[in-house]
């Protein structure tokens, strides 16, 4: 076996990054200590029903006070990479003017501790969490949004890139619009296409403009940013249904990778919503603004889905058919499981042209976790893993330049609108007591990376 593990890592290079990814919101806790403004995560879980359990990100998996002991617990698991985002209202509580000293401190002893074990340290700027004083002005559909975040990056590149040379600008932009400022699943809660689409070209304007002040000002950066994406399946072959995944394909994949390679927002005859942003970019000719020659683009692909067409929803006129309606095999969360899927969507990212490098930012997956005997043997999550990964090798053996692999995630912890409930950490987190139980699953990736042939 261990022979067999370190045949399959070093099939990777040995350069390859293999990390885990945390984010601020979901980890860190502390949400009113030492200065830090709410976010908007933390008013929208203040409202009954947002969130399953009534949960509250107050204190999370308390990351804050506990980083140190889940550092030496990536260390311990043999990864050598540690993808982790800044609370933008813990740096300016406010979301722009003063500067918050001891916000600023937090992340550098962060990237110091992680410096000192021999973990890369990799930020992401904006992972969900959008200073609460923002959004009264309108948050992510604001005309005023690009002028924040610039703010916001020219004072995280201004504190950490004499250390961070790695960074990802956003965490997939198609979750915050869609599920923030469409559905209204997420915080802020909004919906409508009044404020999405606004909030997608802020988006798109961000990510470009974010690269940009990162090459400015940190010599030898790698920068990125990350989407989610997922491969779109028509119910039959019905034209209605072909149609409707192509509209929900431009959605989930298309929407802000196309404008970041050059080539504005995808066209669709008949597609409203789509013709509403092209309106955008007319009145304002930005489709040079929304170009950035990144050095990376950080994939995450947790599901495939299959669409068939549904004249009752608004705009895609399409709904997902379940993985478990399908009778195909699916995690906690009722995503489909589908490595085949996961290797043509990188296949298909790369293919584009114009992407120098692709990072599997996040990959990972829910399973209804026990913890019997202070253990968790979590064997569908490795098995998960070793499909992925073998499909990932695949890829890589056809040319895709991958240069790493981060799980999602390091322990269990505050997932959105589904609390605590759902667990996807390699780490076993009782919320009640803070007790830390390494999973099966991390012992996997432990035997896997420190496998010597």
């Known amino acids: 076996m261990h022979q067999q593990h370190a045949l399959l890592k070093q099939s990777f290079g040995k350069d390859f990054l293999w990390g885990v990814a945390i984010s601020a919101a979901q980890n860190e806790g502390a949400w009113n200590i030492d200065g830090r403004g709410p976010s908007i995560w933390d008013?929208?879980?203040?409202?009954?029903?947002?969130?399953?359990?009534?949960?509250?990100?107050?204190?999370?998996?308390?990351?804050?006070?506990?980083?140190?002991?889940?550092?030496?617990?990536?260390?311990?698991?043999?990864?050598?990479?540690?993808?982790?985002?800044?609370?933008?209202?813990?740096?300016?509580?406010?979301?722009?003017?003063?500067?918050?000293?001891?916000?600023?401190?937090?992340?550098?002893?962060?990237?110091?501790?992680?410096?000192?074990?021999?973990?890369?340290?990799?930020?992401?700027?904006?992972?969900?969490?959008?200073?609460?004083?923002?959004?009264?002005?309108?948050?992510?559909?604001?005309?005023?949004?690009?002028?924040?975040?610039?703010?916001?990056?020219?004072?995280?590149?201004?504190?950490?890139?004499?250390?961070?040379?790695?960074?990802?600008?956003?965490?997939?932009?198609?979750?915050?619009?869609?599920?923030?400022?469409?559905?209204?699943?997420?915080?802020?809660?909004?919906?409508?296409?009044?404020?999405?689409l606004p909030a997608v070209h802020n988006a798109v304007l961000c990510q470009a403009e974010g690269g940009r002040i990162i090459r400015a000002n940190i010599s030898r950066a790698n920068i990125g940013t990350s989407f989610s994406c997922s491969e779109v399946m028509p119910y039959t072959q019905k034209e209605e249904d072909i149609k409707a995944a192509r509209r929900a394909d431009i959605l989930l994949n298309r929407l802000f990778i196309e404008p970041l390679l050059g080539r504005g927002y995808p066209q669709e005859p008949g597609f409203t919503l789509l013709d509403k942003l092209h309106l955008y970019n007319k009145a304002w000719k930005y489709t040079e603004q929304m170009q950035f020659n990144f050095d990376f683009i950080g994939i995450q692909n947790y599901f495939s889905t299959t669409v068939k067409y549904n004249p009752l929803i608004p705009f895609v006129q399409a709904s997902e058919v379940k993985a478990y309606t399908r009778k195909v095999p699916h995690t906690a969360m009722g995503w489909e499981i589908n490595p085949e899927s996961f290797y043509r969507m990188i296949k298909r990212f790369w293919l584009y042209g114009g992407v120098k490098q692709i990072i599997i930012s996040e990959s990972g997956a829910a399973f209804k976790d026990r913890l019997m005997q202070g253990e968790v043997n979590d064997i569908d999550r490795i098995q998960y893993f070793q499909q992925y990964l073998t499909a990932a090798l695949r890829a890589k053996k056809e040319g895709v330049n991958i240069g790493g692999y981060l799980a999602w995630t390091l322990t269990d912890n505050f997932e959105w609108a589904e609390g605590y409930q759902a667990r996807f950490g390699l780490v076993h987190v009782d919320f009640a007591t803070q007790l830390r139980t390494i999973k099966q699953s991390g012992y996997w990736f432990r035997d896997f990376l420190t496998a010597k042939s």
């Open 43 to 196: 008013q929208f879980s203040k409202r009954q029903g947002k969130i399953k359990g009534n949960a509250k990100p107050n204190t999370a998996c308390d990351f804050y006070y506990r980083y140190k002991d889940d550092l030496m617990l990536v260390k311990a698991m043999g990864f050598n990479c540690f993808r982790f985002s800044i609370s933008w209202s813990r740096i300016l509580p406010e979301g722009t003017g003063k500067i918050n000293k001891e916000g600023v401190a937090f992340y550098d002893r962060i990237i110091d501790e992680c410096l000192q074990l021999g973990l890369v340290p990799f930020i992401t700027l904006y992972h969900w969490d959008l200073p609460a004083a923002l959004q009264k002005e309108g948050g992510w559909a604001s005309h005023q949004m690009l002028k924040w975040f610039t703010r916001f990056v020219q004072v995280c590149t201004d504190a950490y890139g004499d250390r961070v040379k790695n960074w990802i600008v956003l965490n997939e932009p198609m979750g915050f619009t869609s599920l923030g400022y469409m559905l209204g699943k997420h915080a802020p809660g909004k919906t409508g296409l009044s404020n999405f």
